[in-house]
């Protein structure tokens, strides 16, 4: 892999795609060529498997955190080709969303006494087992729930066909993502971490993109 692999991560309507298109234009205006993936990829198989665990919970779906965690990891497994590919062609591969949010939502979902053995599981899962690249950095847009939240029901009432699914829509499940979220960034969970608030200065991060 030649291009350094930099994740955006967050809660559900924090904020990450709209970063991560303005990342990209800063960075392509710096000269750098920069690839894009964004996960779940929605319209494969596994991450549509995810998506109808995520909005139904109804029989026939994975619903289980482990299942679904499963599916989540078996969608990066199947795009890791497309990920090397990526890496290969730019300087910069930004992904919406990554390992870490298999980590965080799995966490939370697993609740508080078994969220260190989620996220040990996720890692040495799709790490170790999947072999997946870890990244040279990883970018938390830490956007308070309530934050979150709202830009998430706007979005909805704007665009009906991106209805929030059950997790979303669930405060409690939302507040303990973003602990889990936080506690990844503070021990730099496999990679170094850069926290940010809810209106982050593009500029300052395309500087520690360029500097990785
Ligand atoms: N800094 C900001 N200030 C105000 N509104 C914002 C800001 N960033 C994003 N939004 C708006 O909030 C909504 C959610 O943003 P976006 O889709 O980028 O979030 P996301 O983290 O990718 O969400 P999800 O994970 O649920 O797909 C959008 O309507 C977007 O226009
Ligand atoms: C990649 C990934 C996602 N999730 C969860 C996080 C969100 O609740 C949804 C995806 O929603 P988005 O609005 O389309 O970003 O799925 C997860 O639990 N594990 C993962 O690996």
Known sequence: ??????VIEGLDGAGKNTLTTALAAELTGRGLTVGRLAF???GT??????????????????????????????????A??????????????????YVASNAAYTAARLGAERADEA????????????????PDLQILLDTPVAVAAERAGSREVSDPG????????????????????????????????????????VHELADVVVGL
């Open 119 to 134: 996220v040990e599981w996720i890692g040495a899962l799709e790490f170790e087992r999947l072999g997946l690249p870890v």
């Open 40 to 42: 779940p990829r929605y």
């Open 80 to 97: 890791s080709g497309e990920l090397s590919a990526l890496a290969e062609a730019n300087d910069v591969v930004l992904l919406d969303r």
């Open 45 to 78: 198989l596994h991450a549509d498997l995810a998506a109808d665990a995520l909005h139904g919970g109804q029989a026939g779906t994975a619903d289980s955190p482990h299942a679904m965690a499963l599916l989540f990891a078996m969608d990066r497994h199947a």
């Open 162 to 201: 991106r209805a929030r699914d059950r997790y979303e829509r669930d405060s409690t499940l939302q507040a303990d993502t973003s602990r889990a979220y936080r506690r990844l960034a503070e021990t730099s969970w496999r990679s170094p971490w850069t926290t940010l608030g809810a209106e982050p200065d």
């Open 1 to 6: 892999m030649n291009g350094r692999l930099a």
